[in-house]
């Protein structure tokens, strides 16, 4: 059946859409659109409100209330009240000056200028008033004595040791190398085996290892930095130059030269064709990076199980410049050199436990402590001053920026 013939049967009805025969018909209804003209209005205008006396007394009343509004927010409401609100007594004068006949029109539309002027100027007045008032109550209550001292925050300063880490972090990282970090909880493997340090080797006790628990977990606390040489070799593609600084711990009693905690700063360098000429070059640089330039530099044949050769690095005492001889010299206490640290050829062990070939591969490595380094180049004495955290010592070290 077709849609139009459906609509078309009388005897359906549809509720949806009620037809204008059947609303009109509804008494109940009521019907939005038809509106009583007076709705509009608030009120119905009002002739009387533009008599004179009326007028007058509105006024009075409006002015006499304006004048006693004890604050601003009463003030607002008052002149909505009396002056300019919808239902104001001189908003619906003015309505109805338009239904009076026009000969009185013009003398009445006066007489309600005048009046609303005069409310409009007591409000002004008092509004005047009003707004001294709280200004001058704000000036008191609200008073700042900009000659207080400020609460002034004093500024920090980097600690030491991290200004010294970063500086030589720095020098290395401009001649191309990576920087490289490790765990503090290292593995035994990593801390020693992989270094040629078995589990025999009598190094270890030098090391005064602090054990992780539980016992046989294999787990301590690094004593140097040179695991992450053994990380770096495992992890990073062949050739391998890299500064590796960081936290280390050892089981040493405090005393003003020793901690348990103390950082290092660790170099590795592996490729093919690496001598210990390269090692000696590096170090000079190295040694220049921490006690300024002109000095010269040695190595003293050591032993580290991890490097061989291996050798310690001295450099000329920076404050005598090796003439302690002839002046007795604090600082490297007349030896006229500084010890600075280990270093030597990577053992070809290591490299062979990091599954390097050792005949075609050569390279070297070097570790620094670097509270000992900082105390030599600071001139400080106590080892604890780096971890009491008085940031005056960072600040008197040329550090606080
Ligand atoms: N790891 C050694 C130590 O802590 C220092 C070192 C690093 C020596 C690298 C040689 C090569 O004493």
Redesign the pocket.
């Known amino acids: 059946m077709p849609p139009s013939t459906q609509n078309a049967d009388p005897n359906r009805s549809n509720a949806h859409e009620p037809s204008a025969a059947t609303a009109g018909d509804d008494p109940g209804r009521v019907e939005p659109n038809r509106a009583d003209p007076n709705r509009a209005d608030p009120a119905p205008a009002d002739h009387n409100a533009l008599d004179p006396d009326r007028l007058d007394q509105v006024c009075a009343q409006a002015s006499a209330a304006i004048a006693t509004a004890g604050d601003l927010d009463e003030l607002a409401a008052l002149r909505t009240l009396h002056l300019d609100g919808r239902g104001a007594p001189l908003v619906l004068a003015r309505r109805a000056l338009g239904a009076l006949p026009q000969a009185e029109r013009a003398a009445a539309g006066r007489r309600h200028n005048a009046a609303a002027a005069s409310v409009r100027a007591a409000y002004e007045a008092r509004l005047a008033e009003l707004t001294a008032e709280r200004d001058a109550r704000v000036l008191v209550e609200e008073r700042v004595d900009v000659t207080l001292p400020g609460a002034r925050r004093p500024r920090g300063a980097r600690h030491p040791l991290t200004t010294l880490s970063d500086h030589l972090v720095d020098v290395f990282v401009a001649m191309g190398y990576e920087v490289a970090e490790g765990p503090e909880v290292e593995h035994d493997w990593f801390n020693f085996e992989a270094l040629n340090l078995g589990p025999d080797h009598p190094a270890r006790s030098s090391h005064d290892t602090l054990y992780v628990d539980p016992v046989g977990s294999g787990l301590l606390l690094r ?4 695991p992450v ?1 053994i990380r770096t070799l495992l992890s990073r593609p062949l050739p391998v130059y890299v500064v590796c600084p960081g936290r ?1 711990y050892r089981n040493d009693a405090v005393d003003a030269t020793h901690s348990p905690v103390f950082g ?1 700063i ?1 170099g590795l360098a592996v490729d093919e064709g690496i001598t210990m000429a390269d090692l000696r070059g590096t170090l000079e640089v190295f040694a220049q990076a921490l006690f300024g330039s002109g000095l010269a530099t040695r190595l003293r044949p050591s032993y ?1 199980p ?2 061989e050769p ?1 050798a310690e690095l001295d450099v000329t005492c920076f404050a005598c410049r090796g003439e302690s001889s002839r002046q007795p010299c604090r600082v490297c206490s007349d030896e006229g050199w500084i010890e600075v ?4 050829m990577v053992d070809p062990n290591v490299l062979v436990a990091c599954g390097i070939d050792p005949t075609r591969y050569s390279g070297f ?4 402590g670097l509270e000992r380094a900082a105390m030599i180049r600071h001139d400080v004495h106590e080892i604890r001053d780096f971890v009491d955290g008085d940031v005056r010592f960072g600040l008197a070290l040329g550090t606080g920026n």
């Open positions: 004593t140097h930095t040179s040489q280390t290092q660790e580290f991890f490097t291996s640290g280990g270093c030597g490595a070097f570790g620094m």
